[in-house]
């Protein structure tokens, strides 16, 4: 792709040459070169050789004028460099980590099971719900809150399981208290995330120390929390629902299954959701794995072809730059303004000759006027006839010996 896109640009430069050597505005100063060397009554070499000197500095001009982006391009082309190598350095390290997952994938197909994890999940939120059946009435008896409408004559639950909404606006109290309680019991994730860090040396170093003895101290809060609300539960009078005149005053059999109920709900939830989590993370990883290496990979191609893009700038300004200051361009440019020169010389020259025809001649001979133009491009102009000044006025044989 460099190589065409240099070509290309070569093919304009190609076409630009003529265009640059023949300027209308250059041609214009040789003219006018000539112009003031001819009427100066100057030699021709002396004319060509300023010529030759304005050429070579216009080059020059020309050149430097082309080069000027060539730092910050050499800079660009560094930085694109860069990003490259670190867009190659990333590609490497996400296939590594893809092709390791893969291979595990294939060795455990069911950490990777979307079913799985989709299965786990749903179980954990319908233990979830379990426990808030159980968990709002020792809320509402612990905390002393209304726990059925007296409009509707419906429960906090009956309105819960069929008009969430209703729920929430007839027992507020009742319904962010329960949750609360559930996402105690949810710390428990939090905690294994701290210890089931892989670098040991992190967890128990400095920082990761004070960290890993604050987040156990929380998550025994949690779990004591969790086996008071449910211990809770062996008290009849709290068990029974608010306002139930048939619950039973007395402890019995259903008050310890309750009780274990509403421990073991909480944290076997959390184990169902995390399980879940898992595998539908591996799965997500795997895909999200793909993705960024795709992203990274066209990041890669794009750098590339900016970096072709630059290389092509540069080697075609070098490449510029050089026929500005080569023999090829000089010639080319010399013999387009030779004609232009020659002949605002010759203009020039008559101009001076045919303002002061008279004292002219009368001061130079024919060989210090060919001298002139020993150059011989052009023939030497001859004054116009008729001039009107005050030597042209004398005899008839006066103006034939002239």
């Known amino acids: 792709m460099a190589d065409r896109d240099f070509g290309r640009e070569m093919t304009r430069f190609d076409n630009d040459k003529n265009r640059f050597v023949r300027s209308s505005r250059f041609n214009e100063e040789a003219g006018e070169i000539g112009r003031k060397m001819g009427a100066a009554l100057q030699k021709q070499s002396v004319g060509l050789e300023l010529l030759k000197n304005r050429i070579l500095e216009r080059n020059e001009e020309a050149a430097a004028y082309v080069e000027r982006d060539l730092p910050a391009l050499r800079s660009e082309a560094a930085l694109l460099q860069e990003k490259r190598r670190d867009k190659e350095s990333r590609i490497e390290d996400i296939q590594y980590r893809l092709d390791t997952m893969r291979e595990d994938r294939r060795e455990s197909p069911t950490e990777y099971s979307w079913f799985r994890g989709v299965f786990y999940t749903c179980l954990s939120i319908l233990l979830i719900f379990a426990d808030i059946s159980i968990l709002a009435i020792v809320s509402a008896n612990l905390m002393g809150l209304p726990f059925r409408d007296e409009a509707s004559g419906r429960n906090f639950l009956e309105l819960l399981f069929n008009n969430p909404l209703a729920a ?27 210890v089931l860090m892989p670098d040991r040396n992190k967890r128990f170093a400095g920082k990761g120390r004070l960290v890993y003895v604050i987040y156990t101290t929380f998550f025994i809060l949690s779990a004591v929390s969790v086996a008071l609300m449910a211990g809770a539960r062996l008290i009849p009078e709290i068990a029974a629902i608010p306002g139930d005149t048939g619950a039973a005053s007395s402890f019995g059999y259903g008050n310890i299954v309750l009780t274990v109920m509403g421990f073991a709900l909480p944290y076997v939830s959390v184990g169902f959701f995390m399980r879940g989590l898992d595998c539908l993370g591996n799965s997500l990883s795997i895909l999200y794995l793909w993705l960024l290496k795709r992203v990274t990979f066209e990041d890669k191609q794009s750098s590339e072809k900016k970096i072709a893009k630059n290389d092509t700038a540069m080697r075609t300004r070098l490449r510029q730059a050089r026929w500005l200051r080569s023999p090829e361009c000089f010639s080319m440019a010399y013999n387009v303004s030779l004609q232009s020169f020659l002949e605002g010389f010759q203009e020039g020259l008559r101009q001076s000759l045919n303002s002061r025809a008279g004292k002219t001649y009368r ?40």
């Open 168 to 194: 929430y606006q007839a027992f507020p109290e009742v319904l962010f208290f329960t949750l609360s309680v559930l996402g105690i019991g949810f710390f428990i994730k939090v905690w294994l995330d701290i």
């Open 363 to 402: 001061e130079l001979d024919m060989l210090t006027l060919e001298s002139l133009n020993e150059s011989d491009f052009l023939p030497l102009p001859r004054p116009v006839s008729g001039e009107e000044d005050g030597d042209a006025q004398g005899s008839a044989p006066e103006r034939e010996e002239r």
